[in-house]
């Protein structure tokens, strides 16, 4: 009986040591930029006594190539912005979306609501990277704020008055 006991340890051991892990190379140039060169912004990390029932992240990745707030620089002046959404589920409606080339976001805020899966951010935008309003001073700093409204499957940038 030890043996047979044996036996079979010996061959799931065998069995699951030699399972390799699938490494597959993911060839959409698209989702490489934004995994390798992006920065990720966890809103759910925000105002922690607000309790979220949806996951929302925000991928910050550099803007347009012609920068003309850097004169002979290659300075970022605006970002482009990515945001991916999910249920907290077992089997979660994911999506991701892409709200604009914006200049910088500098302030996010997370409203409390009562909406089941639905997240209600409070977005602050300036118009210039604050490197680039450091580097040119010509540049007019100018804010507006916007109410992002996040849904399982759709979302709404409102600006605010």
């Known amino acids: 009986m030890k043996l047979i006991l044996i036996c079979s340890i010996l061959l799931l051991y065998s069995c699951s040591a030699n399972s ?3 490494i597959k190379k993911i060839n959409d140039p698209f989702v490489v ?3 390798a060169s992006s920065e990720i912004i966890e809103l759910n990390q ?3 006594k607000i309790e979220k029932n949806l996951i929302v992240r925000v991928y910050k990745l550099s803007g347009s190539e ?3 707030c850097f004169p002979e620089s ?5 970002y482009k912005y990515y945001i991916a959404t999910s249920q907290i589920d077992e089997n979660p409606i994911v999506n991701a979306y ?4 914006l200049g910088e976001i500098i302030q996010y805020r997370w409203e409390k609501t009562n909406q089941i899966d639905t997240a209600i951010i409070d977005i602050t935008v300036n118009k210039y990277t604050k490197n680039a309003l450091n580097y040119n001073k010509s540049l007019i700093s100018i804010e507006k704020k916007y109410k992002l409204i996040v ?3 759709k979302i709404r940038l409102q600006i605010l008055k």
């Open 20 to 22: 390799e892990p699938i």
């Open 33 to 35: 930029k934004i995994m």
């Open 46 to 48: 925000l105002q922690r």
């Open 66 to 68: 012609e920068n003309s």
């Open 74 to 78: 290659h300075g970022i002046c605006k």
């Open 98 to 101: 892409f709200i604009g080339e």
């Open 151 to 153: 849904k399982p499957n």
